[in-house]
C-alpha cells in the first residue's frame, strides 16, 4: 500500500493505523450501545444488582 508520498508503508505502520481504526470504531460503537441500553432500560426496575426481569417492589414473586 503506497503512502501519500508514493513510498510504500511498513507493516508495522499498515497495523498501526488499522489498529487505531479498529480502536476508534470500537469506542463508538460502545458509546452508542450504552447509549442505546441507557435509552430502552426501564429505570424503576434496572438498577445495581437487578436486571430488567426480576420483580420490585409490589412484584408477587415472594421466595
Request: cysteine-free; aromatic content about 4%.
Amino acid at each position: 500500500m503506497p503512502a501519500q508520498g508514493g513510498t510504500p508503508k511498513s507493516l508495522l505502520q499498515q497495523m498501526e493505523e488499522l489498529m487505531a481504526a479498529l480502536n476508534a470504531d470500537l469506542s463508538r460503537l460502545d458509546a452508542d450501545l450504552q447509549h442505546s441500553s441507557d435509552r430502552n432500560a426501564p429505570a424503576a426496575l434496572v438498577g445495581p444488582g437487578r436486571s430488567a426481569y426480576e420483580g420490585g417492589p409490589g412484584s408477587d414473586r415472594s421466595f
